[in-house]
């Protein structure tokens, strides 16, 4: 009777391809329909693609999306579709929900709480929506609200729950990863669910796009709180989930909590709306979840899931099929390589070794070793000679100044030079391999190590390049990357007996005060308090500051922490401000 | 009686640098205190700079600016001070304007309408004030609102003047310069002075800042929308005006529009603050306007005076002294460094010319010829050799693949590390020289000629390039870019008998349809309409969006147009939507 069955559709669109997503979505909904769904929901904005930033602003696209929005309705049965794209009323645009069914619209949601902070640009692009609704599908009420909107304690869910009586909260989401979100959002997620008495459930995004990914790690929660069933992370899928909304009335009457909460939305108005109810209700099978997925226990499956699919995402999704890596023997160059072969199978990854006067036959040997063990194609090609040439044409203009990092930055931007030349030839995409404890310190040459289409390592600390490193032999059950690079003093080997701890502090202590900097923007008198050096940490957040004009030039890369580099940072170069 | 002095204080404040700024602000106060200013207005955010971006999220900054803020107020004697400001009250920061005199503050003005669209992020950081309010001094009435507010026919100034009796706004702003935005900027100020009925003070920002650049240019008008004085583009300046505020009622009794208006604003309250008259108003004696800057009737003038303070702020603020230009004979590269030299001096620049086998021998005499006219410190390294040696080292690898792309971007590349390798050794910032229309389409080589600190060209499509070329002799009376470069057909010079046009359409036409697409921002449809081929436009269109990538990785540059490449156009770099 007060039973229903709720697909959640985690796809991975494609930013613009409006065809691309219509087509898949119309294929889920009709495998939904099969599987006598009586709802279907998708993430946000999934028929754009997220985020499609200022093609918002292109009339042609948001029509093309709301042609596209109508052939998904007029595919559409008995299943209620919830479909998200970018709404137009004449004036305004807005980050919306379609709710439809037997190629109809029901109604229309429009997402109230616009994030404009971090990453997110909305309130650039789409005009806030003013109502809140609820739609009633074999008794059963339901609210349909997007991302933003349930981070808010007393937001539309609020209202929706207990105000408009909905059993069911629909949210659906585009919601970037970053390292350990997932905890955060499971429990903000769990106590919404108690809060408002309700069954929740939150379809989410999965994939990459550009910096951003998405974890997908859909999941729906009982009034109780209790997590019901998830959807795996990083991948696409489809599930379903039976639902006996019984169970509200009883949570409602045993926690009188949402009865009593002083509230705070008497002159809301809730819209109510009504969908059919699908004829194979009649005949109901009980299905409950089909799903297995559990989150992993090791702390780093879920970034390195992460980059691997950001990084195949936005090669796939640009068009390239291979990628190569300048292998120096280190553990930046290796780590981005073995993620690459995760990512792109080892028939697609290319690896080249540059070695110069100061390469150790160590790290010689060890980059050919790991291109050995990660089964990629591999060549060696000396910069001796052109170095030298180069070295023979500048010196007379360089008088008597001595060698310095002029010298050091010609080695990087010869590999660089090496790179791109392949890169042109034969049409490969090439990665570039620097972390970020070295971009935020600038320890690293532009147009030199740091060319490159894109930029895997870019939000990964150099210490947890060392764990992740770790992790790739323990997740692959071999030795993916030799030992001996993991256990090698990390060296740049641009000069005689080069170790990074002679021009950085030790990485230990440089990651510590990057996260206190960076990723949590304490100041100056803050990170001292924690017990730091004060010279080490003045030094550290003037080269920071100093270096942005470097990291402004870099390739894209992943975001996978509170703060990375870019968009989610702006900080202007021309900046004298000393925090 | 119901005169006044306004002081209009155009500054060019530093990004983040609070104490210099503020040291600034209170020597300019100390003068116009001298010149019996009864008051005297900064512009919007003067004193953090603008735009401050996420420095605006560091408390230390917040706390910085408020401190500083006191230390003027402190200083302040009868003479009332505007100046803008980010004021904090406890919970969310809003963009302020502080109205001080004797050692206190007598009211904050919270800025209304915060722009969130092209470069503006006002959302991200400000909360909009809700305070519509006037002060009165002398019995005039006075109403300061800030930027954006005064482009809203219906926004504060029209409240503050039509329920609020103001007999003149005040209108603090950091408005960027954009090619004929003065003209747009002074109709609409002229019809808001007429329309409200008032005489109306602008104040706006001047300098460069990383890629934005404000034109000063701060005007006064008369109730009847004349312009009553205006003061220079592109540099700072304190200029005082005398005001009759007489003409006010004249003009109201005369024109009963302003009153006869229905008047939407009927449940607004203007809250009343009151400043003390300053001692030399008894002894007044008339001064008017003591500026005789009229607006340059070339309508190149401007954007070049643009272009080099841009430049010169960039190099300047970021510590730099000297510039280094590789000099190719060619016409983007010659126009870069002439604006270098009106910008940091002659003794500022130096040229390399870096000649190949496929340089002519006109353009590599061309090259030194500009050199020479401009005084310049010149070399010339050529590049044959180290082509050579890398050409032997790779073609083994790249087995029966003819000569393509690879090796005419190999040439820009080692030209690219020549300069770099200048740049490390003796401390200069490449200036990368690059235009538009090349940008646009891809049409060159990443880490090659896009090597560089900045860009100045960069919002500056070919055609423009040739016209302020030209511009350039013209304003200086003489050949400085020798008629020979402005003549010769543009050519890379990577192949043999290479010309742009090969490659590309001819600019004529090519920038016409930039125009349209990047900053008009038309759909392919749209383009076609106005009679172009529709296979150039596809191809165009395509070579925009696909080269987006390269563009993320450029040198900033000025934006001098509506809709530069940069923060004002935030394209996915995953984007597969032909518009």
Request: aromatic share 10%; with cysteine.
């Amino acid at each position: 009777m007060s039973k229903i069955r709720i697909g959640i559709a985690q796809i991975n669109p494609i930013v613009g391809d409006i065809t691309t997503n219509k087509n898949k979505i119309i294929d889920i909904y009709n495998d939904a329909e099969t599987n006598n769904s009586d709802i279907l929901v998708f993430p946000e904005l999934s028929l754009t693609g997220y985020p499609p930033e200022d093609l918002l602003l292109k009339p042609e696209f948001i029509k093309e999306n709301i042609n596209a929005l109508n052939d998904i309705v007029n595919n559409s049965k008995d299943t209620v579709g919830i479909v998200g794209f970018a709404d137009y009323d004449g004036v305004d645009i807005y980050n919306s929900a379609a709710v439809f069914q037997n190629k109809k619209i029901i109604y229309i949601y429009h997402k109230i709480y616009l994030p404009n902070y971090g990453v997110f640009d909305e309130n650039r692009y789409f005009k806030p929506g003013k109502e809140y609704s609820v739609f009633t599908y074999n008794n059963i009420k339901i609210g349909v609200n997007i991302c933003e909107d349930i981070w808010y304690p007393n937001g539309p869910g609020y209202h929706q729950s207990l105000t408009g009586n909905a059993q069911i909260i629909i949210n659906m989401s585009s919601s970037p990863y970053e390292v350990e979100k997932e905890n955060i959002r499971e429990k903000m997620l769990s106590t919404r669910a108690g809060d408002y008495g309700v069954y929740l459930v939150y379809s989410n995004l999965t994939g990459g796009q550009d910096e951003l990914v998405f974890d997908g790690n859909s999941m729906v929660f009982a009034p109780s709180g209790e997590l019901v069933t998830e959807l795996p992370a990083f991948e696409e899928n489809l599930s379903f989930v039976d639902i006996n909304v019984g169970e509200v009335f009883r949570k409602r009457l045993h926690d009188p909590k949402g009865r009593k909460n002083i509230n705070n939305s008497e002159n809301i108005q809730i819209k109510e709306y009504t969908a059919t109810i699908k004829e194979h209700q009649k005949n109901y099978i009980k299905l409950s979840s089909d799903n297995n997925y559990k989150k992993p226990v090791d702390p780093l499956e879920l970034p390195y899931k992460a980059l691997v699919t950001g990084v195949g995402d936005y090669v796939r999704k640009n068009g390239f099929n291979k990628v190569l890596i300048g292998l120096s023997g280190g553990i930046d160059s290796s780590l981005t390589a073995a993620i690459a072969v995760d990512a792109l199978g080892s028939e697609n990854v290319v690896g080249i070794s540059m070695p110069s006067r100061f390469t150790s036959s160590g790290t010689k040997s060890d980059a050919e070793k790991l291109a050995n063990n990660l089964g990629i194609e591999f060549y060696e090609i000396p910069i001796e000679n052109t170095f030298n040439t180069i070295l023979n044409e500048l010196t007379p203009f360089f008088k008597d100044k001595p060698w310095d990092i002029t010298e050091e930055n010609m080695q990087a931007r010869i590999r660089g030079l090496i790179l791109m030349s392949f890169s042109n030839k034969f049409n490969y995409m090439v990665l570039t391999t620097g972390n970020k404890s070295e971009l935020s310190m600038g320890y690293c040459t532009i147009y030199g190590d740091m060319v490159g289409g894109f930029n895997v390592l870019k939000d990964v600390l150099k210490t947890k390049v060392f764990q992740l490193s770790e992790f790739v032999n323990k997740f692959h059950k071999k030795e993916i990357i030799p030992v001996s690079i993991i256990k090698r003093p990390p060296s740049a080997e641009l000069r005689e007996n080069q170790k990074d701890e002679d021009s950085l502090p030790k990485y230990e202590i440089l990651d510590e005060i990057l996260k206190l900097y960076v990723e949590k923007d304490k100041s100056f008198q803050e990170i001292i308090e924690y017990g730091f050096d004060k010279d080490v940490v003045i030094r550290i957040i003037k080269t920071v500051d100093r270096n942005e004009y470097k990291r402004r030039q870099g390739a894209p890369g992943i975001k996978i922490t509170t703060r990375a580099f870019g968009k989610d940072r702006r900080m202007p170069i021309t900046n004298k401000f000393i925090d």
